[in-house]
């Protein structure tokens, strides 16, 4: 039988995370092996001739799955009957750039590219946001598309949750598929919280396994919340191909489910549960089934976890009334 391909729009084709993410979504591992995708590369115009050399490669790779390939400048073009979209490609913080000039030079990006979903995605859109300040790009980009049901828009935190996963495997010993309830909270940023009070490790207590306050605060929340600086000082340029994987699990996961007794993380608009105000998109404990997510609930968070959920949502309401003062949502 012959599946009508899925439509997949990466933005930010062109550029070091592009390069890590195509090939493993024309190669069947961000829907599965039995999916065929059509691709859109969205760029700035810089960017077009090396997408379309990337184009080439994709053609030179003869994936079975890969049913088209167009590559444009247009967001009116690249999200047409988009069905996934991941928003990749970002205005990078550079020398001198104050935070307003940042969100502000994102939200020329965000908006638009929230309005171009709006009027041209197909109706089961779901949009991941991986460009930085990633959930604040999703809040603008969300806001633009007052037609497209709020909660397919998302933010990448899964990058963290995986990085937090290796760090406790790498402390207890145990095997990264033992640990499963793992959360993020709050912001992709340095003030993200990373839970292991409801984690398991094969099935115990993770931060009873771990019995070690003082690793849990000096040494696991901080090297978690500061890996994207450390990567970027060791090899010279951001996480590339992490990023990429983290991308294609989260869609993956989305739509193909969680596993039995486990969870994700996703930066998400909430709906004030845990205390986060509605409609800021904040990562939470998330279950998903049948491509819907839902948040888990009735979680016990200690004074020590309080702390930290609420230091990262505070920078989120930050981030959201400067985006709002400058008329981006
Ligand atoms: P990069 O600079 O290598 O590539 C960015 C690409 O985006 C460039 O090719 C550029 O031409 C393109 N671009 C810029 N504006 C665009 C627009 N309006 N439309 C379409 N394309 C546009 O950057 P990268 O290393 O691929 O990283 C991309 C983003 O992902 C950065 O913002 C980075 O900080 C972020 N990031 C997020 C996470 C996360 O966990 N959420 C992790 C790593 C990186
Ligand atoms: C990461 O977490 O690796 C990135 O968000 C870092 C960055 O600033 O691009």
Redesign the pocket.
């Known amino acids: 039988m012959t599946r009508t391909p899925v439509n997949v729009t990466v ?2 084709a ?5 390069y890590a993410l195509l090939f493993r979504i024309a190669s069947g591992h961000l829907l599965g092996a039995d999916v065929p995708v059509s691709l859109r590369l ?3 115009p ?2 077009l001739k090396a997408a379309e050399g990337i184009a080439m490669e994709l053609d030179d790779c003869a994936f079975p799955l890969l049913r088209g390939i167009e590559i444009t400048d247009d967001p009116n073009v690249g999200f047409d009957g988009a069905n996934v979209a991941l928003l ?5 913080r550079t020398k001198g750039m104050e935070r307003g000039d940042l969100l502000s030079a994102n939200g020329g ?1 965000f908006k638009p590219q929230g309005k171009a979903i709006n009027d041209h995605a197909a109706d089961d859109i779901k949009v991941l946001v ?3 300040p ?1 959930n604040t790009n999703a809040l603008i980009a969300q806001a633009a598309a007052p037609d497209v049901p709020a909660e397919r828009f998302t933010a ?1 935190t899964r ?1 963290d949750h995986n990085r937090a996963i290796s760090q406790l495997a790498a402390k207890t010993g145990a095997a990264v598929s033992d640990i499963k309830r793992l959360t993020i909270w709050g912001n ?1 940023s340095a003030t993200q919280y990373p839970d292991i009070f409801h984690a398991e490790i094969a099935g115990k207590n993770a931060a009873e396994v771990v019995n070690d306050q003082a690793w849990l605060a000096d040494e696991f929340i901080p090297t978690v919340a500061k890996r ?1 600086a450390a990567i970027i000082e060791a090899r010279g340029a ?3 191909a992490s ?1 990429a994987n ?1 991308a294609i699990d989260h869609i993956h996961t989305w739509v193909n489910g969680t596993a039995e007794g486990d969870w994700t993380s996703m930066g998400i608009p909430s709906d004030g549960s845990y205390g986060v105000p509605e409609g800021l998109i904040s990562s939470f404990p998330v279950t998903c089934k049948d491509g819907k997510y839902e948040i888990v609930q009735g979680l016990d968070i200690n004074e020590f976890s309080r702390a930290r959920i609420d230091a990262s949502v505070q920078e989120l309401v930050e981030e959201r009334d400067a985006v709002r003062e400058l008329g981006l949502i």
């Open positions: 933005t930010g062109a550029g070091q995370i592009g969205l760029e700035i810089q960017g990749v490609g970002a205005r990078p990006i991986v460009g930085n990633a990448m990058l992709h994207g951001s996480s590339a990023a983290a």
